[in-house]
C-alpha cells in the first residue's frame, strides 16, 4: 500500500511539472496581476465562522490535465479541459475531477467573466453544463464532489450508473453529511464545501478571468451548496441556488426536511447567518411544488438576504437537465457582468391580504403578471391556482378574494405573485403567509 501510494504520488508530480503545457493557450494558472477597472471589496478568507474553514481554501490549489477527457465537440465555442485539483480528505493528498471551459476569444489580454457550477446529488462534473456557460462566453468550471469521473459517454440524463466511475483519488459520497460520530472535517458537506471553495480560488488564479465577475451556480444538493458557501466565501459577483438552499430544517416537509430531522448535527450547514451579511446578489431559483424542499424554506433565505431575487417556477421538473434549460441564470449572471437587460426586478413585496406591488421593467421587455395561491400549509407539496394581474405603470395590485378562497378550500394560506416576460424568463416576490 505504501509503495502504491509513492508511485501516485509521483506521477501526480510529473503531472503537476506538464501543467503550463496542457493549460489553455491564453488561460493559464500565472495570477492576476493586472487589476480591472471595477474593483469591490473581496476577503481572502471565510467572511463567516459557523464552520471553521482554513486560509488555505482561499489559495490556488495546484492541477493538472488529464487530456484523455478533454471534451472536443465541434459546437463547443471554445475548449473544454479534464482536469484534477487538489483537495484533500482527512489529511491524504487528493484530487478532484473536473472540467474547465475556456470561450475562444478568451486572454489577459480579453478577461471574462466565470462561474462555478456545483452538482447535485447523483450528478458528477457536467461537460454540457459547461458548454452552455463556455458558449455564453464564461469561463466555467464543473467539478465531482464525491469521488467520480464522468464516463466519456455519460450525459446528464444518465442515471449513476452510466454517468461515471470511481476516481483513483479518495474522497467521501454524501452518505456521512449529518454523522455525528465523525468530526466535521471528515464529513462530506465538510469535504464539498473546501472542494468548491478551491475551486473559487482555482478560477481567481487564471489570468484570463476577470476576477470581480466570478459568480456560482449550484443544483439541488449543489443549490444547497452554493447558499452555504455564498455566505462563508465573498469573492462572488453573484450566486445561484436551484431548487434547494437553507432554512430546510425549518419547514415542516420535503426530502431534504427528513434528512436534517434524521441528521441534527448538518443543521450547522443549515444556518443563513453567513448568507444574510454578504452583498452578493443571490437568484433563488425553485419549483413552487418540490418535493425535495418546499418553497417557504426560500423564502425564509430570501428575506433574510441583503440583495435576493426569487424565482417561483410552475409546471417544472427537478432535474439537473431541467435546471441547465432554464433562461433565467443566464439572464442574471449577464445583467450582473456582462451589462445585459436582465430579469423584471421586484422592487416590493406584497403586504398583507391587499395591495401592489412594485415592479422594474428593462426596456424591451414584455410581462404578465399572476398571483398564485393555496389553501396548504407546507406540511405538504402544496396545490397553486392562479389569477392574471394587470400591470399598470410598474405596479401590480393585488387581492385575496373570496373566489380564491373558495377555490382554495375555504381559506388562502400562502400566497404570491409572479412575472413573466416572451422569454419565458419567471421572477416572483416572495411567498407570504397569510395571517
Not at 19 to 24: D, G, I, K, N, Q
Request: proline content about 5%; aromatic content about 12%; glycine content about 8%.
Amino acid at each position: 500500500m505504501a509503495i502504491k501510494k509513492f508511485f501516485k504520488k509521483c506521477i501526480v508530480a510529473v503531472l503537476l511539472l506538464t501543467l503550463a503545457a496542457t493549460a489553455p493557450i491564453g488561460c493559464s494558472g500565472q495570477g492576476n496581476t493586472k487589476e480591472p477597472e471595477e474593483q469591490r471589496e473581496m476577503t481572502n478568507h471565510a467572511v463567516y465562522d459557523g464552520v471553521a474553514l482554513p486560509d488555505s481554501l482561499w489559495q490556488a490549489p495546484q492541477y493538472y490535465g488529464d487530456s484523455a477527457n478533454d471534451r472536443t465537440e465541434s459546437d463547443i465555442r471554445g475548449t473544454i479541459q479534464a482536469i484534477y485539483y487538489r483537495s484533500d480528505y482527512i489529511g491524504e493528498e487528493s484530487y478532484a475531477f473536473a472540467f474547465l471551459g475556456i470561450p475562444e476569444d478568451a486572454s489577459e489580454q480579453n478577461r471574462k467573466p466565470a462561474v462555478l457550477l456545483i452538482h447535485g446529488g447523483g450528478g458528477t462534473a457536467y461537460w454540457q453544463w459547461v458548454k452552455e456557460w463556455v458558449n455564453r462566453g464564461y469561463v466555467a468550471l464543473a467539478m465531482d464532489l464525491e469521488g467520480h469521473v464522468p464516463k466519456p459517454e455519460g450525459t446528464s440524463d444518465n442515471a449513476p450508473a452510466d454517468l461515471y466511475v470511481d476516481s483513483q483519488y479518495n474522497a467521501p459520497h454524501n452518505k456521512n453529511y449529518g454523522d455525528a460520530e465523525l468530526p466535521i472535517e471528515q464529513t462530506w458537506m465538510y469535504y464539498a464545501v473546501s472542494t468548491a471553495i478551491l475551486g473559487n480560488s482555482l478560477l481567481h488564479s487564471l489570468n484570463c478571468v476577470d476576477i470581480y465577475k466570478i459568480g456560482v451556480c449550484g443544483v439541488s444538493w449543489g443549490g444547497v451548496i452554493t447558499s452555504i458557501i455564498s455566505g462563508y466565501d465573498d469573492r462572488f459577483a453573484f450566486s445561484i441556488p436551484i431548487y434547494c438552499s437553507l432554512n430546510i430544517a425549518s419547514s415542516k416537509a420535503g426530502n431534504l426536511n427528513s434528512y436534517y430531522r434524521s441528521h441534527p448535527a448538518a443543521r450547522i450547514w443549515d444556518d443563513d447567518e453567513g448568507l444574510s451579511r454578504v452583498e452578493t446578489p443571490i437568484l433563488f431559483l425553485a419549483m413552487n411544488d418540490d418535493v425535495s424542499a418546499l418553497p417557504d424554506s426560500i423564502s425564509y433565505t430570501a428575506e433574510r438576504c441583503k440583495n435576493a431575487t426569487v424565482s417561483f417556477v410552475r409546471n417544472w421538473a427537478h432535474s439537473h437537465s431541467h435546471a441547465f434549460a432554464r433562461p433565467e441564470p443566464y439572464a442574471f449572471a449577464d445583467s450582473i457582468v456582462k451589462d445585459g437587460s436582465g430579469l423584471v426586478r421586484v422592487e416590493s413585496q406584497p403586504q398583507g391580504t391587499s395591495g401592489a406591488v412594485s415592479i422594474t421593467v428593462p426596456e424591451g421587455i414584455q410581462v404578465k403578471a399572476y398571483i398564485a395561491f393555496t389553501g396548504g400549509n407546507m406540511d405538504k407539496i402544496p396545490t397553486w391556482g392562479h389569477i392574471r394581474l394587470t400591470v399598470e405603470n410598474g405596479s401590480v395590485a393585488y387581492e385575496i378574494t373570496d373566489e380564491m378562497k373558495q377555490e382554495a378550500g375555504g381559506a388562502v394560506t400562502w400566497f404570491y405573485i409572479w412575472f413573466v416576460d416572451q422569454y419565458d424568463r419567471v421572477v416572483s416576490t416572495q411567498m407570504m403567509q397569510v395571517a
